[in-house]
């Protein structure tokens, strides 16, 4: 659980810095372009060639560092890409067992939360990975969930954060019958794939 959660963290952290690097580019912009004044408070005289080539070199100097942020961020996000296309399972599927002992874990009913966090009334028609699939999300029983055709398209292929894994984890102790000790594995959920 700890390893999703620093997932989930570092590429909310990511959306957030890539944000606010734009509208850091765009404000850059915009008062890049701004006419400027001159210490007396009057705009200076000087031919169309001379503005534009004034305002071209303040947009380029104004953009230069959020720019360089930027770039920088985009060869983050296609590295953290990247990895997620060598974590992928090699199965993409969940097999007849596993979808059958999903479902019977889930009792026939749709595991994930609907509103007011609770679990969703509906019942299962889909096998769904918790951690997705396309971000190296294993096809194993531990990260299956059940799901209804509403919640699976909802939740599509984010990665779920930290809190609702552990309401997940919450309402599996509730509904798992133990079949001695509760295992682990039938309780927790999300499973990622190693690097290969």
């Known amino acids: 659980m700890l390893e999703l959660k620093r997932i989930y963290w570092s590429r909310q952290a990511l959306r957030v810095a890539y944000s606010a690097v734009v509208m850091w580019l765009g404000a850059s912009v915009v008062l890049a372009l701004m006419p400027k004044v001159n210490a007396a408070g009057s705009r200076s005289a000087a031919t169309v060639a001379e503005i534009l080539r004034g305002m071209v070199d303040g ?90 055709a509403r919640c699976n398209r909802t939740k599509g292929a984010r990665v779920p954060s930290p809190g609702q894994q552990a309401r997940m984890e919450r309402r599996r102790q509730e509904y798992v019958a133990p079949a001695g000790p509760v295992s682990v594995d039938h309780v927790s959920v999300g499973a990622r794939q190693p690097l290969a």
């Open 59 to 148: 947009v380029l100097a104004a953009v230069s560092v959020p720019g360089l942020f930027l770039v920088v961020l985009t060869v983050v996000a296609a590295v953290i890409r990247a990895r997620d296309l060598k974590r992928r399972d090699p199965v993409r599927r969940f097999s007849r067992q596993q979808r059958r002992e999903g479902l019977a874990r889930a009792g026939g009913q749709c595991e994930m939360e609907s509103g007011l966090r609770r679990r969703c009334p509906r019942p299962a028609e889909h096998g769904d990975h918790f951690y997705p699939w396309s971000k190296g999300g294993s096809t194993s029983l531990q990260n299956f969930v059940a799901a209804c």
